[in-house]
């Protein structure tokens, strides 16, 4: 197991998807906590609260489910987990 996902629990629980671009928030990222944001690329043109769990619902429609965070996001999620 990294540092960083020692440091930071949950990290590993965090679910996201790829729409390869197909819209400008690429990325839709659900956290431990319930919390859903919407990232572009690379979270720096695009990062915003969504809603909870329950109101933004999870499928294909938001793309392909990925088995880890990108690195250009993982930053930006991290920042959303403990700020």
Same mark, same amino acid.
């Given at each position: 197991?990294?540092?960083?996902?020692?440091?930071?629990? *949950?990290?590993?629980?965090?679910?996201? $998807?790829?729409?390869?671009?197909?819209?400008?928030?690429? $990325?839709?990222?659900?956290?431990?906590? *319930?919390?859903?944001?919407?990232?572009? !690329?690379?979270? %720096? *043109?695009?990062?915003?609260?969504?809603?909870?769990? $329950? #109101?933004? !619902? %999870?499928?294909?429609?938001?793309?392909?489910?990925?088995?880890?965070?990108?690195?250009?996001?993982? #930053?930006?999620?991290?920042?959303?987990?403990?700020?």
């Amino acid at each position: 197991m990294t540092q960083e996902k020692q440091s930071v629990p *949950g990290l590993h629980t965090v679910v996201v $998807y790829d729409n390869e671009g197909e819209t400008f928030d690429r $990325y839709t990222v659900y956290t431990p906590d *319930g919390s859903v944001f919407g990232m572009s !690329e690379n979270a %720096e *043109g695009f990062n915003q609260y969504l809603g909870e769990w $329950y #109101e933004v !619902e %999870e499928g294909d429609h938001l793309g392909k489910k990925l088995d880890s965070i990108p690195e250009s996001i993982r #930053e930006a999620v991290i920042n959303r987990m403990t700020n």
